[in-house]
Structure formats: structure tokens, C-alpha cells
């Protein structure tokens, strides 16, 4: 069965460095989001992308955060300069609007980003 | 805005009984879509069940099936003969259409604690 994967499963970093967080969504899906859970709290919405563009961000998304498709197949999170509080596991999501029938949004395995 | 609200933070239920798990919502959209997902110790997000707000049937999973209330905006999680490997937390959210091309977002609860005892 198709998947989401993403990468790195744990990043540490140090506070004020930039990540990358990688991922790649399930190849026939046209929609993808990044979603972000602080330890012990709800999943939340960061940002969602389609046709190579953002179409809709939470206020979470600042100017910190950016999101690309580079390629054909990968789909990546970029925090320019990372802080205490972005610590949180991020779930890459990827899902194929479908009218008719029941879909889904496919969430990967997370990253778990830890900044110091 | 959307809201979904689950008011159970942690439960514990005896290996083999049914459990249920609360959620309710608010939306002024007509058409909506009610997901569960499950989210054991290892941190991965797993489907388990999907309740489109037209379906005049209650969604069903093999073991999980959803009881929606719509008047009363609920949609509750069933869980029949639970299993030790069902501990977890437990997850309800609503989908949001973002744009006319079916680009959406899902808004989550905070979530359910589930501990089964052997």
C-alpha cells in the first residue's frame, strides 16, 4: 500500500539553525500539508500546498517557515531559523481530492524536531 | 471557526469490553467530514474511520464504527471487544474545505488517552 514517508524520524538542532524536514508524499496525490504537534498537546495545522503553491497557512506559519516542492516527488518544511518553542513532531500529510467517493488525508510517520 | 471537542482526557477499560469515545463538533458548513485517527506511543497518525456528513449511515471499520448524532453534532468512536494493542491516543477531527479545488485542512481535538487493562 502507498505511504507517506518523511525524514530525517529525529532532528536535533541548535537554537537559531535552519532544518530542512523532508518528505514524500504518495505519488498520485495532488494536495499536500504539514501539520505540527507539540509534545502532549493536539496536532495542528501549519500550511497546505497545491499546485506548486500555498493555499492556506495558520498563524503558526510565520515568515520563519517556508515550504517547497522542489522536485517531482518532495515536499519539504524549512525553518530559517529555529527556536525553543519549534520543538514539536511534524506530520507531513498528502491526499487526492476525491467528489465522489470517501478520502483521506494520508499523514506520515513524523519528524520528531528537537531544538536546544 | 470549527471546533471539535473531546472532554475525555484518559480512559481505562477492561481488555475485551466495548469503549466509546466522545466527540463532538461545531460548524456552520453544510457538508463535512468527521475523521478518527489513532496515535500510538510511537508517534505515527493511523486512520481508522471516516463519517461524511451526508451519509445516512453510520461508518464502520471492522472493530471501530462511528456513532453520528447529527442533531447533535456528536460523533462518537466505538470500539467493540478492545484489544491491549489498542492503547493509544485517540484523535477526532473535522475536515475544512480551504478552496474550490478541494484543497482542505482537518482541525483536531486534543485528544483521548486510551489504556486497556488486562
Known amino acids: 500500500e502507498p505511504e507517506v514517508t518523511q525524514t530525517p524520524s529525529h532532528q536535533v538542532t541548535q537554537m537559531g539553525q535552519e532544518v530542512i524536514l523532508r518528505c514524500v508524499p504518495i505519488?498520485?496525490?495532488?494536495?499536500f500539508y504539514w501539520y505540527r504537534q507539540i509534545l502532549g498537546q493536539k496536532v495542528e495545522f501549519l500550511v497546505s500546498f497545491y499546485n506548486n503553491e500555498i493555499s492556506e497557512k495558520s498563524e503558526i506559519f510565520d515568515d520563519q517557515f517556508s515550504v517547497e516542492r522542489p522536485d517531482g516527488s518532495n515536499f519539504t518544511l524549512k525553518i530559517r531559523s529555529t527556536k525553543l518553542e519549534d520543538s514539536a513532531m511534524y506530520f507531513c500529510?498528502?491526499?487526492?481530492?476525491?467528489?465522489?467517493?470517501?478520502?483521506?488525508?494520508?499523514f506520515g510517520p513524523g519528524t520528531r524536531l528537537t531544538v536546544t | 471557526a470549527q471546533k471539535i471537542t473531546q472532554t475525555q482526557p484518559g480512559m481505562f477499560v477492561q481488555e475485551k469490553e466495548a469503549v466509546t469515545l466522545d466527540c463532538t463538533y461545531d460548524?456552520?458548513?453544510?457538508?463535512?467530514?468527521l475523521f478518527w485517527y489513532k496515535q500510538p506511543s510511537s508517534g505515527e497518525m493511523i486512520f481508522l474511520i471516516y463519517q461524511g456528513s451526508y451519509d445516512e449511515q453510520n461508518a464502520t471499520e471492522g472493530r471501530y464504527s462511528l456513532n453520528f448524532q447529527k442533531a447533535r453534532k456528536s460523533a462518537n468512536l466505538v470500539i467493540s471487544a478492545s484489544q491491549l494493542g489498542d492503547s493509544a491516543m485517540y484523535f477526532c477531527a473535522m475536515r475544512e474545505v480551504i478552496s474550490n479545488f478541494g484543497n482542505e485542512k482537518l482541525t483536531f481535538g486534543t485528544g483521548t488517552r486510551l489504556t486497556i487493562i488486562p
Open positions: 505519488s498520485n496525490h495532488l494536495y
Open positions: 460548524t456552520s458548513d453544510q457538508s463535512y467530514g
Open positions: 500529510a498528502s491526499s487526492e481530492r476525491e467528489y465522489i467517493q470517501v478520502y483521506e488525508q494520508y
